[in-house]
């Protein structure tokens, strides 16, 4: 079976307020997604919904086909939420031997060690007495405990300094290479897009744009073609389809299109007084927080 999640116009509300509406997606065996978007997008619901642990008020999620609280599907599932609460009165070691045994077929502690830099101090301490950072690792180790089929990790890098999320990210690459399906939320493009194979991006409690990295970073990316003028009209422009913004700054005049030669070519055939023309592209991450803050259809 291909089709590992299935979420199927998934909606829910809280006090008769849109957390997430109408969302539909599908990832299958092997992919590495990311769910990127702002605060209060709509990630962790979504993750809550797909992890059994919030009811939909409308749509439906399935996890290997079946309903997500299935023994079956627990079995294959490894998680990270963002609380991490831990047992107390349990050394870190005693907490993973216990956590292996409710499955099948575990990582041995030497693995889980290994990929989550759990060091022999840490497995030595009581688990509610790690700090946050140590707190993230071992819950990562929790997650992994199982050698879960499919992993989900909901802003799994918060509080991690910059070595543990170096390990954290080249752990993600292993699993993946080793063909588990991996889902982490995050706020962040960067991350998404060097971790990520695909990208389904939220913006208020919807799907904005879903697709490669490229596809979502060329689709984010705006380009125009400017010039300075000494005509005080553009009405002539104004007809073309192919360009979908105008304005003017800083005494230039800006023209946005997907198709920048097609626009120059349109500025001499109109005959129009342009001179000094440049052609730019937006910058991402400029062009990320004023999409997410624009909330419109990409791709
Ligand atoms: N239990 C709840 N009760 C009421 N409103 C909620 C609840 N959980 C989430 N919300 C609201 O639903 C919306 C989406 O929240 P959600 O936590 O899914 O966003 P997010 O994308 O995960 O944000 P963040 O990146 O900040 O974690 C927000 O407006 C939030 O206030």
Not at 158 to 169: A, E, K, L
Not at 228 to 257: C, P, W
């Amino acid at each position: 079976m291909n089709e590992i999640v299935s979420v199927k116009n998934v909606s829910k509300s809280f006090h008769h307020k849109h957390a997430v509406k109408d969302v539909s997606f599908s990832i299958n065996r092997g992919e590495v997604v990311a769910i990127l978007g702002p605060n209060g997008a709509g990630k962790t619901t979504t993750i809550s919904m797909m992890l059994g642990l919030l009811k939909p008020t409308a749509g439906e999620v399935r996890l290997f086909n079946q309903h997500p609280n299935e023994i079956k599907v627990r079995e294959q599932l490894g998680i990270m939420l963002q609380e991490v609460s831990v047992m107390n009165g349990l050394k870190v070691r005693e907490l993973l031997e216990l956590i292996r045994q409710y499955y099948p077929n575990p990582l041995s502690m030497e693995e889980l060690i290994s990929f989550t830099g759990l060091t022999d101090n840490d497995l030595k301490t009581l688990a509610e007495k790690l700090s946050g950072g140590q707190k993230r690792r071992l819950s990562f180790a929790l997650a992994l405990a199982g050698n879960p089929e499919l992993v989900i990790l909901d802003e799994p890098t918060v509080g991690m300094d910059i070595t543990s999320r170096n390990r954290f990210w080249k752990t993600v690459q292993l699993l993946a290479d080793s063909g588990k399906t991996i889902i982490f939320t995050t706020h962040y493009l960067q991350e998404a897009d060097d971790v990520a194979q695909r990208i389904i991006l939220f913006n208020k409690g919807s799907i904005i744009a879903d697709g490669t990295p490229s596809e979502i970073k060329s689709s984010l990316t705006k380009q125009f073609v400017s010039f300075q003028t000494n005509s005080g009209s553009m009405a002539k422009l104004y007809e073309h389809s192919i360009i979908t913004h105008i304005f003017e700054k800083n005494d230039r005049v800006f023209l946005q299109t997907e198709d920048t030669d097609a626009v120059l070519a349109l500025i001499f055939k109109e005959n129009i007084d342009a001179y000094n023309i440049q052609i730019e592209r937006g910058k991402l991450e400029e062009a990320f927080e004023q999409l997410t803050t624009e909330h419109k259809e990409v791709i």
